[in-house]
């Protein structure tokens, strides 16, 4: 019988939108990632200017008991688990199999997997406002029984965290084989870029940590759903287990969301710089300390329950300061007698170092029981998160995307508009959080709707709305920039910056295959040591 051969269709293309849709290259699912995360950022934004609307003056209608904790719940939820956390997915989809001369990650269909179950999730979590009794509103922590007693939102917010976790769990898992099996030739542990370091504890720390959370959100959803009785004190079971369920991931998980910054810190300061990053293996070794660390400070968010073991937890959260302090100095030690240049991502990585020692010092306060006990559930521990995760995580974040736009883009945001938009942030940063510290030392409790003007709440409150419109407005020149810079060609070298690490040696944009070929890496900074001529690794 004769075979009838159909001849080729010639010069077909997929779509492009399919193309994205089903794709596997790390580097497309990466800027998936940026953009998702970012668009939840946005919105997380702009329920955070409601937020600080209904609190910038005393005895304030502007939303209800009811809209505002929905609001606040939301708020805290998508800029932790839609932005933060995703976003660093982001970067280290791109980053890191570039930073280790790989082609890809291990396993590219389980990536795009971890990506598919992210922008599902967060329709899930924010349908809650459109079923009968609106979204979750027991803020991020879902205390249980509280959490027990509210309406559709809260399954909804259940079923979105989990759909998050498994997707951080699989993509840690991932990055985990990526970086220890298909590291280029002669790309040693000990030579691997830090930003692939912080990546690789986070990733620990989310394969450790993320199923004991899940864990937890089974159970609530037992207890809401079928009878369960895990955290109900009535039916035989303990309200203080949500929380130690709960912390015990969700203290590591303030690493998840700062350990990756750190290391763009880290990636950044160098190059900008002209100097190799102080103490190398020291930063390697703290970033490893604060992962094992982080495992054993849970409890000091639990103080005030009086059912945990004080001066060990106490105790603990000082040692995890040993670590983190490590690597300040070693971030200072960097800059010393460094030929520094201001470009914008310098400019938001120094106003990281600077915000984030600030988080971390107001942080250690929490760590001495007695002070713990005064500021506890005041606006004192709202502005210290505020400082480690914005004034850490999201300029670490603009810092990374600033640094490597020419790469991923293949075009460079313009420096003018940069610059703008990091005053304006900067500035507004800190009129928005550092009136809290002082709304805390004078008692005001966090995750209340309306307040009296007690002690001149009112004032400062209104001074951190002013700061807060000031970072929105801030979030315009950006957005101005990136459009101008889409609107102009692909026209960046390989290297634009002068920089260490592996992913400036190909092209801007990489190609497919990331590499045509790799050089000879003998140190941590085989750009550098190629400008030089002679190999490192001394």
């Known amino acids: 019988?004769?075979?009838?051969?159909?001849?080729?269709?010639?010069?077909?293309?997929?779509?492009?939108?399919?193309?994205?849709?089903?794709?596997?290259?790390?580097?497309?699912?990466?800027?998936?990632?940026?953009?998702?995360?970012?668009?939840?950022?946005?919105?997380?934004?702009?329920?955070?200017?409601?937020?600080?609307?209904?609190?910038?003056?005393?005895?304030?209608?502007?939303?209800?008991?009811?809209?505002?904790?929905?609001?606040?719940?939301?708020?805290?939820?998508?800029?932790?688990?839609?932005?933060?956390?995703?976003?660093?997915?982001?970067?280290?989809?791109?980053?890191?199999?570039?930073?280790?001369?790989?082609?890809?990650?291990?396993?590219?269909?389980?990536?795009?997997?971890?990506f598919w179950l992210f922008p599902p999730a967060g329709i899930v979590m924010f349908s809650g406002f459109l079923v009968s009794g609106g979204s979750a509103s027991a803020g991020w922590t879902a205390y249980s029984p509280l959490a027990r007693t509210l309406g559709t939102g809260m399954d909804l917010w259940i079923i979105a965290v989990a759909m998050l976790g498994v997707s951080s769990t699989i993509g840690a898992a991932n990055f985990l084989v990526t970086m220890f099996r298909m590291r280029a030739p002669g790309m040693t542990m000990f030579r691997m870029p830090i930003?692939?370091?912080?990546?690789?504890v986070t990733s620990v720390l989310q394969l450790l940590a993320t199923p004991v959370l899940a864990s937890a959100l089974v159970m609530l959803f037992i207890d809401r759903n079928f009878g369960g009785n895990f955290f109900d004190p009535n039916g035989g079971g303990n309200a203080v287990l949500w929380q130690?369920?709960?912390?015990?991931?969700?203290?590591?998980a303030v690493y998840i969301m700062i350990l990756p910054g750190m290391g763009i810190i880290?990636?950044?300061?160098?190059?900008?710089?002209?100097?190799?990053?102080?103490?190398?293996?020291?930063?390697?070794?703290?970033?490893?300390?604060?992962?094992?660390?982080?495992?054993?400070?849970?409890?000091?968010?639990?103080?005030?329950?009086?059912?945990?073991l004080k001066p060990w937890f106490g105790f603990m959260t000082f040692m995890i300061g040993v670590p983190t302090g490590v690597k300040i100095f070693n971030w200072l030690g960097t800059l010393w007698r460094g030929s520094i240049t201001f470009e914008t991502p310098m400019l938001f990585a120094l106003g990281f170092l600077s915000m984030?020692?600030?988080?971390?010092?107001?942080?250690?306060?929490?760590?001495?029981?007695?002070?713990?006990?005064?500021?506890?559930?005041?606006?004192?521990?709202?502005a210290h998160i505020h400082y480690v995760l914005f004034g850490g995580s999201v300029f670490a974040v603009f810092a990374g995307l600033y640094y490597w736009f020419p790469k991923i883009w293949g075009r460079r945001l313009n420096e003018?508009?940069?610059?703008?938009?990091?005053?304006?942030?900067?500035?507004?940063?800190?009129?928005?959080?550092?009136?809290m510290h002082l709304l805390g030392l004078d008692g005001m409790p966090r995750r209340i709707a309306t307040y009296n003007d007690y002690n001149n709440w009112e004032l400062l409150n209104?001074?951190?709305?002013?700061?807060?419109?000031?970072?929105?407005?801030?979030?315009?020149?950006?957005?101005?920039?990136?459009?101008?810079?889409?609107?102009?060609?692909?026209?960046?070298?390989?290297?634009?910056?002068?920089?260490?690490?592996?992913?400036?040696?190909?092209?801007?944009?990489?190609?497919?295959?990331?590499?045509?070929?790799?050089?000879?890496?003998?140190?941590?900074?085989?750009?550098?040591?190629?400008?030089?001529?002679?190999?490192?690794?001394?």
């Not at 010092?361 to 005041?378: E, R």
Request: aromatic share 16%; net charge neutral; charged share 10%.
């Open 1 to 114: 019988m004769a075979t009838i051969t159909l001849p080729k269709a010639k010069g077909y293309e997929r779509p492009l939108i399919l193309d994205w849709i089903t794709t596997v290259d790390h580097k497309k699912l990466g800027i998936l990632y940026l953009y998702v995360s970012l668009f939840f950022f946005a919105v997380g934004g702009i329920l955070a200017l409601l937020v600080r609307t209904q609190l910038a003056v005393a005895d304030n209608t502007f939303l209800s008991n009811q809209a505002y904790n929905q609001i606040f719940t939301m708020h805290a939820s998508a800029m932790l688990f839609l932005f933060i956390i995703p976003i660093w997915a982001g970067f280290g989809n791109y980053v890191v199999p570039l930073q280790i001369g790989a082609p890809d990650m291990a396993f590219p269909r389980i990536n795009a997997l971890s």
């Open 195 to 200: 930003f692939c370091w912080t990546v690789l």
């Open 244 to 252: 130690n369920v709960f912390w015990f991931y969700s203290h590591p």
């Open 266 to 308: 880290s990636e950044i300061l160098p190059v900008f710089s002209r100097k190799p990053l102080f103490g190398y293996k020291a930063f390697v070794f703290a970033t490893m300390g604060i992962g094992g660390l982080g495992f054993s400070v849970w409890a000091h968010h639990m103080f005030t329950t009086g059912a945990v």
């Open 356 to 382: 984030f020692l600030i988080g971390g010092i107001n942080g250690t306060f929490s760590a001495a029981v007695p002070v713990d006990f005064a500021l506890h559930d005041t606006y004192f521990v709202v």
């Open 416 to 435: 003018k508009l940069g610059q703008f938009h990091f005053a304006l942030m900067f500035i507004g940063f800190n009129l928005a959080f550092f009136p």
């Open 462 to 538: 209104f001074i951190s709305t002013l700061g807060a419109m000031l970072i929105g407005v801030g979030m315009i020149p950006f957005i101005v920039n990136v459009v101008q810079a889409f609107m102009r060609p692909k026209d960046q070298p390989n290297d634009p910056w002068g920089a260490n690490t592996l992913e400036w040696w190909t092209t801007s944009p990489p190609p497919v295959h990331n590499f045509d070929d790799t050089p000879e890496i003998h140190s941590e900074r085989p750009l550098f040591d190629l400008r030089q001529g002679s190999p490192g690794g001394h």
